[in-house]
């Protein structure tokens, strides 16, 4: 049985590039929540004895010698992990074309992109035929854009509700580790699983272990939903703005009541979104320079051209182009008007939404602008344009509050996603609202 999902997953790979690494044989340690179900790992969360690159050449060949926190926790409930997913290096982009690996193809059409960066797991979800869960990560989006264009289910936790531990960072005070799933039931126990406190992590909120199951009720009766009206101007596709309001309508039928609220930072979220985590990037990266981390390479030269070399060869342009970006902000002279700048944006932003939670219990917007593009389509676009398809996923992953996607139907046959952002640690409501919307739509 579980070797023939390993087969299934080889035959599903052939066909959408969703993996970099295949596991050889798959193992439990224990039995439990997750008995049954095959777990796959984006490539930047580190697994024992399975190679670990984060989409980049410059690990290939790194096979940690521990577990991420969050696979332990899944192994000791008995999932057996089947592989690492494909996704952009070090996360840094939104159709996972920015992989050192093979591109991931979208299984609805594979001209597709499955989106990023977690898009091999979003692509294998919704290639499965059997039990599966992914677990991903998102720094500004990565967890919502790929479900959203593959059509799935993908859960961002609050920041620090899960351990980073084991996790190759992107931009700490923004990275989530979260999951991608079929269904809203699934997302909810894996939640359960991988959520609770650490010793390893300094960062993890010190909460117990909750079962978010108890969540998955059929009813949003009084529950109050704000409509932020910046989610749905210029730029979004007026038939995703018409399916995102169908969905609205059919939650205030089943129930809930809705209003319009303003998020009046919103405009500066994208800027002040992408300072920060190529700040962030930028230093993170330093130590993959090939001596005690990264590629190693015979090249003859002194420190410097060794560096140099070894980090040209090893990074897509992505990468390089954040590392000079991200060092310049925090560059003195620069730091003032730019990365400090944009920590005082974010501050705004958080404030927008805490103020917003204090009258919504969820708030409701489109979780991406399109649906899934063409690789021609995609081929054409400036980096300033890839960047700007994280507008309406930025703002929640910056003030940290968990958020999830749900399927609310297809146009030009392909899937739109429903995003429900909550307050932060309320993962319990959008849970709820998304089940109640799951199960009657
Ligand atoms: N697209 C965004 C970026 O490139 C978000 C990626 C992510 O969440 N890892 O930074």
Redesign the pocket.
């Given at each position: 049985m579980k070797q023939d999902i390993l087969k299934k997953a080889k035959e599903i790979n052939e066909k959408f590039n969703v993996f970099i690494t295949i596991a050889d044989k798959v193992e439990t340690s224990g039995k439990g929540k997750l008995s049954g179900i095959a777990i796959s790992v984006k490539d930047n969360i580190c697994t024992k004895g399975m190679q670990s690159t984060a989409g980049s050449r410059i690990l290939e060949g790194y096979i940690p010698p521990f577990d991420a926190t969050v696979v332990e926790k899944c192994r000791k409930e008995g999932a057996f992990i089947i592989g690492k997913t494909t996704e952009?290096e070090f996360?840094?982009?939104?159709f996972s074309i920015n992989t050192g690996f093979d591109v991931p193809k979208n299984p609805l059409d594979p001209e597709r992109s499955c989106g990023?960066?977690s898009g091999g797991a979003a692509g294998l979800t919704v290639a499965v035929d059997f039990p599966h869960i992914a677990i991903g990560?998102?720094?500004?989006?990565?967890i919502s854009c790929p479900a959203a264009f593959c059509g799935v289910v993908g859960l961002t936790p609050t920041y620090g509700r899960v351990s980073r531990w084991g996790l190759i960072d992107?931009g700490n005070s923004l990275d989530k580790i979260g999951s991608i799933s079929k269904t809203v039931k699934d997302t909810a126990l894996l939640l359960s699983v991988i959520s609770g406190p650490d010793e390893y992590d300094s960062t993890v909120l010190q909460l117990k272990q909750e079962d978010f199951t108890k969540h998955l009720k059929d009813s949003v009766k009084g529950i109050k939903i704000g409509i932020p009206k910046e989610y749905f101007g210029e730029g979004v596709d007026e038939k995703i703005t018409k399916l995102v309001w169908q969905a609205i309508k059919k939650l205030e039928s089943l129930g809930a009541n809705y209003k319009e609220v303003s998020l009046p930072h919103t405009k500066y979220a994208l800027s002040s979104y992408y300072i920060i985590?190529m700040a962030e990037a930028s230093t993170n990266l330093a130590k993959l320079c090939g001596m005690r981390y990264g590629l190693h390479k015979p090249i003859k030269g002194n420190y410097d051209e060794y560096f140099s070399e070894v980090r040209s060869q090893g990074f897509t342009e992505e990468a390089k182009r954040r590392i000079i970006l991200g060092t310049f902000t925090r560059m003195a002279g620069f730091r003032e008007a730019y990365y400090l700048k944009a920590l005082k944006v974010r501050t705004k932003v958080i404030q927008d939404f805490k103020k917003a939670f204090k009258n919504y219990d969820v708030l409701i917007a489109p979780t991406m602008p399109v649906v899934a593009p063409r690789f021609d389509e995609i081929a054409k676009l400036e980096p300033i344009q890839h960047y700007t398809m994280?507008i309406l996923t930025v703002g929640p992953?910056l003030a940290g509050i968990p958020m999830i996607s749900v399927p609310c139907g297809l146009v030009d046959e392909l899937p739109v996603g429903l995003h429900i952002m909550g307050d932060h640690l309320q993962e319990g409501k959008i849970i709820q609202v998304a089940h109640t919307f799951e199960v009657n739509k």
């Open positions: 952009d996360g840094f982009g939104t990023g960066s990560e998102s720094t500004g989006g990565s992107y985590a994280d992953n």
